[in-house]
């Protein structure tokens, strides 16, 4: 099945070897959706000054106004290169996405403002996305991303320049479901998400790998490493078992209300009356601070001072250590959380 071509994409490379194009080759796992920030200037406009200014560690890959599309750093018409599109420094892409985005994700500008037709700049911005999203295999549903929504003490795009042409952020991501379709005669839903069941566990292969396991089966990089605490995303062990989601709870009495109950009796009584908190989205392990390292602290009978160090690392061992379906490693990742909470 063929993507339809409503609009080419013109090569207007940087030279490389610059800080504007640094070089080094990515896998493209998710996309950034930007504007410029810059009213009415063009796609030429924004390319030529990089161009003039080569020793400034920022970019993108693709510039979209009324007029066309264009390439400054190779994403479709190349092999994907690397663009600093997104500060590194922050960490919300690992947490969506399991990487950095500079490493793994195209960025694309949309350019707005005066002189500018913002319904013909809006309509090449969503079809150029729906494309990249075809091209990669990916889900509008799930693998676009704003930039501000990745940086939102410091950034405000797509958002901003969408509102000064009568969008809205969720209005684009359905915007680019639909293009998708349209020209491509295919759903974006995941195939497998509808049949995946509590406890469904993959079986590794080789040429598996974590981003396309994720993707196959509707769900993330992180939840995956939620899931599967102490599990390489660079080196899979064929044959062995991911949990890709989490296991249905029973009915049955709880460890704590059990006659056999693998809990520490000391511990029984905190535990009953501990109040329910939510798995904080990533594991909490040495280094990591805050409340949900308190609420670590109190539930395994250290001081609580809400850094995870040495003698909490160590309690936490002793605690999985009366579970055995719970890897003693010293983390606190999914399962571990939803025992003591």
């Known amino acids: 099945m063929s993507f339809k071509m409503k609009y080419n994409i013109v090569s207007d490379l940087l ?21 410029t920030g810059n009213p009415g200037s063009t796609a030429k406009g924004n390319i030529n000054y990089y161009r003039n200014s080569p020793s400034i560690s920022a970019s993108a890959h693709i510039f979209v ?35 950095n985005a500079n490493d793994a994700a195209i960025g694309v500008e949309l350019c707005w403002g005066k002189g500018i037709n913002g319904t013909e700049s809006y309509k090449r911005y969503v079809w150029t996305l729906a494309y990249l999203c075809y091209k990669f295999g ?18 405000i795009d797509p958002t901003n320049g969408l509102k000064h042409i009568g969008k809205t952020y969720n209005q684009l991501l359905e ?7 349209a020209c491509s005669g295919q759903s974006t ?10 406890g469904q566990t ?38 062995s078992t991911l949990l890709i989601t989490p296991k249905p709870t029973k009915s049955s009495p709880t ?4 006659s056999n109950s693998n809990v520490d009796p000391r511990l029984a009584e905190y535990l009953r009356h501990a109040p329910v908190r939510p798995y904080p989205g990533s594991p909490v392990k040495r280094g990591s601070r805050g409340k949900d390292v308190e609420a670590i602290q109190r ?23 009366r579970f055995p379906f719970l890897a003693n490693d010293g983390i606190v990742g999914y399962n571990t959380w939803n025992v003591m909470f």
């Open 175 to 181: 915007d680019v479901e639909a293009e998708y379709k």
């Open 15 to 35: 030279p490389a070897g610059t800080n504007r194009r640094p070089g080094g080759k990515i896998k493209v796992h998710f996309l950034v959706a930007h504007d």
């Open 189 to 198: 839903s995941a195939s497998h998400a509808a049949s995946v069941k509590e």
């Open 299 to 321: 539930a395994v009978k250290v001081s609580v001072d809400g850094i995870f160090g040495a003698k909490t690392e160590a309690a936490v061992k002793a605690y999985q250590s």
């Open 65 to 99: 106004d009324d007029e066309g599309i264009r390439e400054c750093i190779p994403a479709v018409l190349g092999t994907p290169e690397r663009a600093y599109h997104v500060i590194y420094n922050v960490t919300t892409d690992n947490k969506m996405y399991g990487a």
């Open 255 to 258: 460890p704590i209300q059990s």
């Open 202 to 239: 993959h079986k590794i292969v080789k040429g598996d790998t974590l981003w396309g396991i994720a993707k196959n089966y509707g769900t993330t990089v992180a939840k995956l490493k939620s899931l599967n605490p102490g599990v390489n995303p660079d080196a899979l062990k064929i044959g």
């Open 138 to 155: 990916l889900n509008p549903k799930r693998d676009i991303v704003g930039h501000d929504k990745l940086d939102p003490k410091r950034k």
